[in-house]
């Protein structure tokens, strides 16, 4: 009779364990990068002042997201702001310049950008600033 209790009790002992590992890491999946945020590759030439690189600000209104982007290549533009499609942690966004196609990762924003001019398909890492 003692024996089977035990087995009955390290049954039940392990079927709870097994439960809260299972949650725990269902857990870890659920809390994935979030993918609104600031991100940028901004640098500054230290001989001529230039500045070259991307500003993306993704935001989320509730019912879309958006992005207000800036392309520098030399100076600083005004920034533009459109929709965006966001799927899971994929986003695609046109600009007049050309079309954006990006994954966020936990480094940054891994952007797939075609120009309208002679740069296609060019990739590039935005680094991630400040998460929302």
């Known amino acids: 009779m003692r ?4 087995k009955l009790f390290l049954t039940i002992f392990l079927s709870i364990l097994f439960l809260f590992s299972v949650m725990s890491f269902a857990a870890q999946k ?3 990068t979030s993918i609104e945020g600031v991100y940028s590759n901004f640098v500054s030439s230290s ?3 230039d500045i070259e690189g991307f500003r993306i600000i993704i935001i989320n209104s509730g019912d879309a ?3 207000v982007a800036q392309y520098a290549e030399g100076g600083l533009p005004e920034p533009v702001l459109v929709k965006a ?3 899971d ?3 695609k966004f046109k600009l007049p310049d050309g079309n954006f196609e990006g994954e966020i990762t ?3 924003l891994n952007l797939t950008v075609s120009f309208s001019n002679a740069h296609k398909n060019k990739p590039i890492l ?3 600033l400040l998460g929302l």
């Open 85 to 87: 499609t966001v799927k």
């Open 65 to 67: 997201y958006f992005v």
């Open 106 to 108: 936990n480094k940054g």
């Open 3 to 6: 024996s089977s209790k035990n």
């Open 30 to 32: 659920k809390t994935s």
């Open 47 to 49: 001989e001529t002042g």
């Open 89 to 91: 942690r994929l986003i």
């Open 126 to 128: 935005v680094k991630r």
